[in-house]
T-cell receptor, first 109, second 115 residues
Framework: ELKVEQNPLFLSMQEGKNYTIYCNYS?????LYWYRQDPGKSLESLFV?????AVKQEGRLMASLDTKARLSTLHITAAVHDLSATYFC?????????FGKGTKLTVNP | EAGVTQFPSHSVIEKGQTVTLRCDPI?????LYWYRRVMGKEIKFLLH????????ESGMPNNRFLAERTGGTYSTLKVQPAELEDSGVYFC?????????????FGQGTRLTVV
């Protein structure tokens, strides 16, 4: 059974700081996704990582994928308050997504 | 273009009652998915429609849950009778492409509370 583990589950950081969220998964998969969710809102797709070594960046967020290590990271650079949200990673398994528990990020002034 | 919309946004019902959740996918999307997040747990897959057919319903927890997608447009998820452990947020997602789950667009979810 495919398992997806994220850590940390809760992250409180100061504006301007850098941090990384980790996503490990237990079986081979070629597709990994990062989503953002604001309270009461839908899941917003941030990144789709399709191959080993893939790196994508959007603003202060950068995601990478190492399929050999079964690890993806979401790096936050110089955090700002607007990044406060819950971030989910998910792995594609037979046309369905298997999610991690999510990382609730709070960026404090 | 309208996104995936779900109704209601919140529902509070008593144990033993029936609740029906509705999802309107993005127009033209053949794939429709239901997921659920129980508090503190992962978002878990419930089922997948391709048009009006159930492609995969392996995540449905038990026979109290019934999903339909008549005509291949909107979908309903009925819980009858509801139990306390059914509380959670139910997400619907749709995508246009077969075999590409992650091109799915999610709705805002329906928060179901069973008391």
């Amino acid at each position: 059974e495919l398992k997806v583990e994220q850590n940390p589950l809760f992250l409180s950081m100061q504006e301007g700081k850098n941090y990384t969220i980790y996503c490990n998964y237990s079986t081979t998969s070629d597709r990994l996704y990062w989503y953002r969710q604001d309270p009461g809102k839908s899941l917003e797709s941030l990144f789709v990582l399709l191959s080993n070594g893939a790196v994508k960046q959007e603003g202060r967020l950068m995601a990478s994928l190492d399929t050999k290590a079964r690890l993806s990271t979401l790096h936050i650079t110089a955090a700002v308050h607007d990044l406060s949200a819950t971030y989910f990673c998910a792995v594609d398994r037979s046309e369905k997504l298997v999610f991690g528990k999510g990382t609730k990020l709070t960026v404090n002034p | 273009e309208a996104g995936v919309t779900q109704f209601p946004s919140h529902s509070v019902i008593e144990k033993g009652q029936t609740v029906t959740l509705r999802c309107d996918p993005i127009s033209g999307h053949d794939n429709l998915y239901w997921y659920r997040r129980v508090m503190g747990k992962e978002i878990k897959f419930l089922l997948h429609f391709v048009k009006e057919s159930k492609q995969d319903e392996s995540g449905m927890p038990n026979n109290r849950f019934l999903a339909e997608r008549t005509g291949g447009t909107y979908s309903t998820l009925k819980v009858q009778p509801a139990e306390l452990e059914d509380s959670g947020v139910y997400f619907c997602a749709s995508s246009p492409l077969q075999g590409v789950a992650a091109e799915a667009f999610f709705g805002q979810g329906t928060r179901l509370t069973v008391v």
